[in-house]
């Protein structure tokens, strides 16, 4: 599976932005997929997930009520908005895919990882 975010930017504190993650090569719409982030000199985190269907989703305490994550199967896309943007919000975004219908909130659940995308958020 190749996974291909895109939608980083700049923007002001308060603004907000949609992340794309295109997929290709494997079966979308039977696998987890989720978001991560990485700031700068910390270790990559998670954001949210979401299970094959979207019946499930997980979130960060840190952009719970802030980002929204979706997905759509005929489109082999995954989605992230992200409103209220924090400075601290700043880092490469990931998107990755487990080999499972079900989401996880653990880096170690993935099988597949994408190219990242970098969000500025200035204060």
């Known amino acids: 599976v190749q996974l291909q975010a895109s939608g980083g930017g700049l923007v002001q504190a308060g603004g907000s932005l949609r992340l794309s993650c295109a997929a290709s090569?494997?079966?979308?719409?039977?696998?987890?997929m989720g978001w991560f982030r990485r700031a700068p000199g910390k270790e990559r985190e998670f954001v949210a997930a979401?299970?094959?269907?979207?019946?499930?989703?997980y979130y960060a305490d840190s952009v719970k009520g802030r980002f929204t994550i979706s997905r759509d199967n005929a489109k082999n896309t995954l989605y992230l908005q992200m409103n209220s943007l924090k400075p601290e919000d700043t880092a490469v975004y990931y998107c990755?895919?487990?080999?499972?219908?079900?989401?996880?909130?653990?880096?170690?659940?993935?099988?597949?990882w994408g190219w990242g995308t970098l969000v500025t958020v200035s204060s």
């Open positions: 090569g494997g079966t979308f719409s039977y696998y987890g």
């Open positions: 979401i299970s094959w269907g979207g019946g499930s989703t």
């Open positions: 990755a895919a487990r080999r499972r219908p079900d989401a996880s909130t653990s880096i170690v659940g993935y099988d597949f």
